[in-house]
């Protein structure tokens, strides 16, 4: 009699499930798709993307953070000629036509860009244009704290390209230009640094950190997680887009697993209908 009754109850949920309308499912599978995308977004660097810089946003990222790097040098020369009108190894760049070009990405941790510049050569007695071929690493900076310990001032090391790179009649300017561009208004370390506001600097390690493979710290992270959402749940799989972290692999294999029961549910209530059932 128990086993009669137990057998009755499953057949009875069995039957509700199965007279569910299969457009109810799959209205029910295709929300799970940008909710998914959204959980995707707030796990901290739970997923690697290798191929994310290469898309159009990493390609708009990297020239925003060019901008941002000349903005940033043009801002350092103009409060080093506040301090004082004297320009040493007697040259005056002119910060107005400072352009940083052709920002690219070497590795995962590398960047590196080009710097056009005119200035008045007083050996020369003429303005003299000329490219510099700057590398910057990610780990390479100088936090300065104020008193009450909150970061007063960031600094960024930057490296000058092999001299094989530059052209054999600028000499030895190419060297004396880069240290004039990137010789801070105060001075306390001999490298040449370039000086960012936290805003920068947290602009320029988001993009370090989306050039490592970060899939969700490059611009359109939503959009790009919506599609991993969309390739998990149908079970495709293609693996550009990888989780990291335990906990992002708990979700991606529960989204997984929901997918293929959505999707057998779906089907089932499309062959109870077909056999007749309402």
């Excluded at 506040?82 to 941790?109: A, F, G, M, P």
């Excluded at 335990?246 to 062959?271: D, H, K, S, T, Y």
């Amino acid at each position: 009699m128990l086993k009669q009754r137990r057998t009755s109850f499953f057949l009875g949920i069995s039957k509700k499930i199965s007279s569910i309308h299969p457009i109810i499912y799959i209205v029910f599978y295709v929300s799970l798709i940008p909710i998914f995308a959204g959980l995707y977004c707030i796990i901290p660097a739970g997923f690697y993307a290798p191929y994310v810089r290469l898309e159009y946003n990493g390609q708009s990222d990297a020239y925003e953070i060019g901008v941002m790097i000349q903005t940033a040098i043009r801002r350092g020369l103009r409060a080093r000629l506040e301090k004082s009108s004297n320009h040493s190894n007697n040259i005056k760049i002119r910060e107005e036509l400072l352009y940083v070009q052709r920002l690219s990405v070497t590795d995962s941790s590398e960047i590196k860009f080009d710097i056009y510049t005119m200035f008045w050569d007083e050996e020369r007695n003429g303005n003299i244009q000329i490219p510099l071929h700057v590398v910057m690493r990610a780990p390479s900076k100088i936090i300065t704290f104020s008193a009450t310990g909150d970061v007063k001032k960031t600094f960024r090391y930057v490296e000058l390209g092999s001299a094989s790179q530059f052209p054999e009649e600028f000499g030895n300017l190419v060297g004396l230009v880069f240290i004039e561009i990137f010789k801070p208004a105060d001075v306390f370390s001999n490298g040449p640094l370039l000086e960012l506001s936290d805003d920068e600097d947290q602009k320029l390690s988001r993009f370090f950190d989306g050039i490592g493979g970060n899939a969700t710290a490059v611009t359109g992270a939503y959009g790009r997680m919506l599609y991993f959402s969309s390739i998990v749940i149908t079970t495709v799989g293609f693996g550009d887009i990888v989780p990291m972290t335990a906990l992002a692999r708990g979700i991606v294999a529960f989204e997984a697993v929901l997918g293929v029961i959505l999707a057998g549910l779906f089907l089932n209530a499309i062959a109870y209908r077909a056999a007749g059932g309402r």
